[in-house]
């Protein structure tokens, strides 16, 4: 295990400004306060799925719109108005209605509790092991909000993919987006994630697991488990407690970028040579 754990700590440092120019969480790097940092992270968390391409390019022109403050432009917006500035817009499952109930709903949060963080903090319990109980209130909470002024009525629509942006631990979902989103906002400043949150600890943090994710922790032999779900993601993250029981999500950055910006794909065997995570790699592979 202590072999791993160097192995982690040496790619938690080679992480560069090449690897944070391609995550979404870039986005948030370009405000300076932490009020639009905030707004920021829900925003760019929220639509970063697919592939990093097309999830830059959707930011990009989300961004633009959005402008130099995006907790001003979340304190004015309009619905009505949002509606027909976005009506084109279209990241796979989410269309221009379901972006502006996103930037609505932080309407509601903000009005409502003064930040987001505040939100959150009405049904975070500070004495459970994980952010699991804590994560499913908070979903559970922006999807009761009254999108009235988006969709005509209180109850989010059935034809409407903004559910997606909001699952639950209770439902079975890995919540990849939801908890990168606590990992950028809760996790110390560490050039890459963002420390804007105080009343959450990074000790109940739970790693967001994508399929970069899934497939090298099994690599690591950090998880057996076949299905990229919750019950694998608290998997992989009791395996990273043994090595920081205070910040384990602290390696998901730099091990989801050797997927991302590094060429790792499980099939394409040429940039294994110059991996850091190789020996052992190679080691359960062929278990």
């Known amino acids: 295990m202590s072999d791993i754990r160097a192995v982690l700590d040496a790619l938690y440092i080679s992480r560069t400004s ?5 995550d979404p969480v870039s986005f948030c790097h370009r405000f300076a306060d932490p009020a639009d940092r ?3 992270a829900v925003v760019a968390s929220s639509f970063a799925y697919g592939s990093i391409g097309v999830i830059l390019r959707t930011l990009e ?7 130099s403050s995006p907790r001003r432009y979340v304190e004015r917006f309009d ?5 027909r500035r976005f009506s084109g817009f279209k990241h796979r499952f989410n269309d221009g209605r379901d972006l502006c109930a996103l930037f609505w709903g932080m309407r509601q949060m903000v009005e409502c509790s003064g930040s987001i963080e505040n939100f ?20 559970g909470a922006v999807r009761a909000l009254d999108y009235s002024p988006v969709y005509g009525t209180p109850d989010i629509p059935a034809d409407s993919s903004y559910p997606f942006l909001f699952p639950a631990p209770a439902s079975g979902s890995a919540c990849k987006r939801l908890c990168m989103f606590l990992r950028w906002v809760v996790r110390p400043a560490d050039g890459i994630d963002l420390h804007l949150w105080e009343g959450v600890s990074p000790a ?3 790693i967001p697991v994508d399929t970069h994710i899934s497939r090298i922790s099994r690599y690591l032999g950090l998880t057996n488990r076949k299905n990229a779900d919750w019950r694998m993601a608290v998997d992989i993250t009791s ?12 390696y998901d950055f730099a091990l989801a970028h050797l997927g991302i910006s590094d060429g790792c794909n499980g099939k394409d065997m040429s940039c294994c040579q110059a991996c850091p995570i ?3 790699c190679s080691q359960n592979r062929t278990k």
């Open 18 to 22: 090449r690897h944070l120019d391609n």
């Open 38 to 40: 905030e707004i920021s």
């Open 239 to 250: 395996a990273l407690r043994s090595f920081d029981r205070d910040d384990p999500v602290k």
């Open 120 to 139: 959150f903090l009405q049904g975070y319990r500070s004495d459970d092991s994980d952010i699991s109980s804590s994560l499913n209130h908070y979903a």
């Open 278 to 280: 190789v020996k052992i």
């Open 204 to 206: 109940q943090l739970i």
């Open 79 to 83: 619905p009505q108005s949002g509606l």
């Open 61 to 67: 022109v989300i961004f633009a719109e959005v402008g």
